[in-house]
Antibody, heavy 117, light 108 residues
Framework: EVQLVESGGGVVQPGGSLRLSCATSGFTFDAYAMHWVRQAPGKGLEWVSVIGGDGAYTSYLDSVKGRFTISRDNSTNSLYLQMNSLRTEDTAVYYC??????????WGQGILVTVSS | EVVMTQSPATLSVSPGERATLSCRASQSVSSNLAWYQQKPGQAPRLLIYDASTRAPGIAARFSGSGSGTDFTLTISSLQSEDFAVYYCQQYNNWPPWTFGQGTKVEIK
């Protein structure tokens, strides 16, 4: 059974940092690209970042470039999102999601990040 | 960036009736379009990919159609568990991957 479990969320002040983790199981992790997608309170889905199966390819939403870093550890089947210089507009539920041919076939349950003073 | 526009924003439907949701892309995305269902407090769930292929385990009452810039998700006979928000997503021109703003299907 494919499982994706996010952790690491919480409340942080503007300008602060947070590292999200996504623990995965039930599939060959390094064979899949992985995404982070977020959802601000009461809003729609917004793609944030992607990383290729071997970690060589990464891409980011323009508004997070230079502040967020996606990474993965294929030895522990884990995905990460390092978020620095956080802004109030980064407040959202963050989901990790598996990529299959470009769309997202499995999603984690999400983790809330609140940026507030 | 491909902008995805969904209509209507809210659709009021009685149980057992048909629901038709629309998604339009600002440029052609071929058939590289997915539909997701999201219930309150839950993660999105994949319903349809490649515009018209149902994901494993998805009921036959859900169907997708379209190509290029205009797409439709049809729920043939709404069940109580189908009241939710539905999002379309294009994966033809990336990055970025882009979603529509969602259509809420509510009980009439």
């Amino acid at each position: 059974e494919v499982q994706l479990v996010e952790s690491g969320g919480g409340v942080v002040q503007p300008g602060g940092s947070l590292r999200l983790s996504c623990a995965t199981s039930g599939f060959t992790f390094d064979a899949y690209a992985m995404h982070w997608v977020r959802q601000a309170p009461g809003k729609g889905l917004e793609w944030v970042s992607v990383i290729g199966g071997d970690g060589a390819y990464t891409s980011y939403l323009d508004s997070v470039k230079g502040r967020f870093t996606i990474s993965r550890d294929n030895s522990t089947n884990s995905l990460y999102l390092q978020m620095n210089s956080l802004r109030t507009e980064d407040t959202a539920v963050y989901y990790c999601a598996r990529d299959w041919n470009g769309y997202n076939d499995y999603w984690g349950q999400g983790i809330l990040v609140t940026v507030s003073s | 960036e491909v902008v995805m526009t969904q209509s209507p924003a809210t659709l009021s439907v009685s149980p057992g009736e048909r629901a038709t949701l629309s998604c339009r892309a600002s440029q052609s995305v071929s058939s590289n379009l997915a539909w997701y269902q999201q219930k309150p407090g839950q993660a999105p769930r994949l319903l349809i990919y490649d515009a018209s292929t149902r994901a494993p385990g998805i009921a036959a009452r859900f169907s997708g159609s379209g190509s290029g810039t205009d797409f439709t998700l049809t729920i043939s006979s709404l069940q109580s568990e189908d009241f939710a928000v539905y999002y379309c997503q294009q994966y033809n021109n990336w990055p970025p991957w882009t979603f529509g703003q969602g259509t809420k299907v509510e009980i009439k």
